[in-house]
């Protein structure tokens, strides 16, 4: 075998069920048709082609909210990645329904870092060597903290949640594969990009990482971060792009010689469709579409959520419906909560599944205004601007924040016009998630709120509440930029 040899590495990252393109200046764009198109032409291109996946195939469409991921992982199986990691979403319908999905999967599915506490036993095979051109590539799974917060409630799973403990777990893995001549190392990670560059700062050279390839924080980037000899990549969200390496491997030195990446666009334009995958799709689209094309309301005009760590018109809407059918004083709705960035005019029940893919309970908790100010502030803080993946929340109407980010304090915090008193007691309503989290999201112990009084549930389905008060409104209209203002 020659020493240098050649590698196309594709990957996506963070795909939340992206399935169907879309129609944009009479051109197909995204959707794993054309995913599928792009990939299979690349594969009969290149020889030594390998296809990978960052986390996050689940969450985000009608098709995979209603079969509970099997959809996906039937689309998948024909989209045929050589190797998947975990992502956080991966266990929004629990742990037992993903160990079904993974006897599901027709491909190898690798995580290092999620084990049973009570004897450390791994949920899921930690690696996985793939032999090809003549080379062994072993690709390593770590999975974000979030995924111990999705499952808290099951206290038999653990994760290594931080970057050094990520770090010491790769090291192990490595050192284990020592006796196997491997030839190049990727890490498939889920923790965002920044994370991703402590990560690799935290790797020991001798272990002989090559690559991250990773996902979670949806980042968009022009050229790979390098951080000593490891190339850091990322493929934004959805199918509308893949990432693409080629790369001259070094087959005795086991590193990369030479390397070109670039994010390539997904459209019709220079990317074949797949005829099977189509009607795969095709079928699980009619049987959902009966039950989501009904009409929900419509909206006075298409509201909006471009962002989750500021207030947002789509986001004041869902607060303020939950709050008047609950009877709260004040509604937290967790920006991720919101996964689409408009909503409307016309609203079908498919849209508002779409947007609001979380159908969980409601949890009634009473604070005082001064636990409140604390959670709140927390959530405020300066990591919150630094790009770094923090808990945010909409306010439902009524509230009033000004908040200094200089002086890290608060100007004015008032409800209904009445500045929040320190000893009074406020309802505020949440999620399961945030509940569930509540000391990790809010830096207030959950102690301390039981002790104002025992929390109940007010809804066991917010998407209920949401379609029920969404039926019964018809041209809504929110502005936002009154209720939380950070300055």
């Known amino acids: 075998m020659d020493r240098y040899q050649k590698l196309t590495l594709l990957h996506s990252n963070d795909m939340h069920g992206d399935f169907l393109a879309e129609q ?16 299979n032409k690349v594969r009969e291109e290149e020889p030594n082609t390998l296809y990978c996946v960052a986390g996050d195939m689940f969450r985000g469409s009608v098709m995979d909210s209603e079969f509970r991921g099997v959809s996906t992982i039937e689309i998948m199986n024909l989209l045929a990645p050589d190797v998947v990691t975990l992502g956080n979403h991966e266990t929004d319908y629990g742990l037992a329904h993903l160990l079904f999905l993974e006897k599901c999967a027709r491909f190898p599915i690798v995580n290092a870092n999620m084990y049973i506490r009570l004897n450390h036993t791994r949920l899921f095979e930690p690696c996985k060597v793939i032999e090809i051109g003549g080379m062994k590539i072993l690709f390593i799974g770590i999975l974000t903290q979030e995924v111990l917060a999705q499952t808290r409630h099951e206290n038999v799973i653990g994760t290594l949640v931080d970057v050094e403990e990520a770090a010491a777990e790769v090291g192990r893995i490595c050192n284990a594969y020592r006796t196997v001549d491997i030839d190049f190392t ?15 700062a935290l790797l020991d050279p001798a272990w002989g990482v090559d690559v991250i390839i990773g996902g979670h924080s949806h980042t968009f980037i022009r050229e790979p971060a390098k951080v000593g000899d490891i190339l850091i990549v990322q493929a934004g969200v959805g199918t509308d792009q893949i990432g693409r390496f080629d790369l001259v491997v070094d ?56 962002t989750r760590i500021k207030e947002t018109e789509l986001g004041d809407l869902f607060a303020d419906a939950l709050q008047e059918s609950l009877g709260l004083d004040i509604m937290l709705l967790g920006s ?93 309503g949440m999620q399961r998630f945030h509940f569930n989290n509540f000391a990790e999201v809010f830096n207030v112990p959950l102690k301390e709120v039981r002790a104002n009084r025992k929390p109940r549930i007010v809804a066991t389905s917010c998407r209920e509440v949401l379609d029920e008060y969404l039926s019964t409104h018809q041209n809504l209209d929110r502005h936002a930029g009154d209720r939380l203002i950070v300055l």
């Not at 000004?402 to 008193?421: D, K, Q, T």
Request: aromatic share 10%.
């Open 251 to 306: 087959t005795e030195e086991n590193r990369v010689a030479e390397y070109r990446w670039q994010c390539i666009p997904i459209d019709s334009g220079h990317c074949p469709r797949d005829p099977e995958l189509e009607q795969l799709i095709s079928r699980f689209k009619s049987q959902t579409d009966e039950k989501y094309g009904r009409l929900v309301t419509k909206l006075n005009r298409r509201l909006t959520h471009p």
């Open 336 to 428: 991720g909560s919101v996964r689409t960035e408009q909503l409307g005019p016309i609203v079908l029940f498919q849209n508002l599944t779409e947007a609001f893919p979380y159908d969980d309970e409601i949890f009634e908790l009473l604070v005082t205004g001064a636990q409140l100010k604390r959670m709140i502030s927390f959530m405020l803080r300066d990591e919150v601007w630094q790009g770094i993946h923090c808990e945010f929340y909409q306010f439902s109407k009524g509230v009033r924040i000004v908040y200094s980010r200089e002086e890290h304090a608060f100007r004015e915090f008032s409800l209904n016009g009445v500045p929040l008193e320190e000893e009074k007691l406020y309802s505020i």
């Open 186 to 200: 990727v890490l498939l990670t889920h923790i965002g990009f920044e994370e991703d560059k402590k990560l690799a």
């Open 24 to 39: 944009v200046d009479e051109k197909l764009i995204g959707g794993v048709s054309l995913l599928s198109g792009y990939i």
